[in-house]
T-cell receptor, first 115, second 111 residues
Framework: EAGVAQSPRYKIIEKRQSVAFWCNPI?????LYWYQQILGQGPKLLIQ????????DSQLPKDRFSAERLKGVDSTLKIQPAKLEDSAVYLCASSLVGRGHYEQYFGPGTRLTVT | KNEVEQSPQNLTAQEGEFITINCSYS?????LHWLQQHPGGGIVSLFMLSSGKKKHGRLIATINIQEKHSSLHITASHPRDSAVYIC?????????????FGTGTRLTIIP
């Protein structure tokens, strides 16, 4: 079974530039998450989708971050314009939907450096 | 105070030693996850548990719901176990998969 795919793996941009990350979840996983992990900290949820609907985006800085999952499969996360404090690893994860608790499967992450 | 606290933050041990990493949480949960993160960022789920104990190979995870505490043990540790181990708790709302993460324990096993 293929895992969660993310691209690019690494990205270096200057502040005020724009950047986009892509995630393809495990086939059949209806729930998709984007996390931000700043160096030395645990991941922080940015946004959670169930199919193509947003379940939770309470910690997404909406003035500069946006995310979409138009067909309920793959997703993109965009930052425009980037700030120095956006330097982090951006993790995508997916899980099955339904009652009970399901494991979240994480992608390899995208390491963003803003200079 | 963070909702999920891990200890120690850093741990260095010799190959073969028995390793224990602790996690305490202050919120009601319905599931606790142990995750492993290698350099480069990718995260692998090791365990998901809501009671008792689980074992997979040399890894053992236990949880005490009453004390709001979990431990991850590694027996016969090996340099390839060197990674950051993260504890995460799932919300108490049934079916809510939102996780709250600890800051991780950086484990280094010296040959």
């Amino acid at each position: 079974e293929a895992g969660v795919a993310q691209s690019p793996r690494y990205k270096i941009i200057e502040k005020r530039q724009s950047v986009a990350f892509w995630c393809n979840p495990i086939s059949g996983h209806a729930t998709l998450y984007w996390y931000q992990q700043i160096l030395g900290q645990g991941p922080k949820l940015l946004i959670q989708f169930q199919n193509n609907g947003v379940v939770d985006d309470s910690q997404l800085p909406k003035d500069r971050f946006s995310a979409e999952r138009l067909k309920g499969v793959d997703s993109t996360l965009k930052i425009q314009p980037a700030k120095l404090e956006d330097s982090a690893v951006y993790l995508c994860a997916s899980s099955l939907v339904g009652r009970g608790h399901y494991e979240q499967y994480f992608g390899p992450g995208t390491r963003l450096t803003v200079t | 105070k963070n909702e999920v606290e891990q200890s120690p933050q850093n741990l260095t041990a010799q190959e073969g030693e028995f390793i224990t990493i602790n996690c305490s949480y202050s919120v009601g949960i319905s599931a606790l996850h142990w995750l492993q993160q290698h350099p480069g960022g990718g995260i692998v789920s090791l365990f998901m548990l809501s009671s008792g104990k689980k074992k997979h190979g040399r890894l053992i995870a236990t949880i005490n719901i009453q004390e709001k505490h979990s431990s991850l043990h590694i027996t016969a540790s090996h340099p390839r176990d060197s990674a950051v181990y993260i504890c995460a708790v799932g919300g108490a709302n049934f079916g809510n998969e939102k996780l709250t993460f600890g800051t991780g324990t950086r484990l280094t096993i010296i040959p």
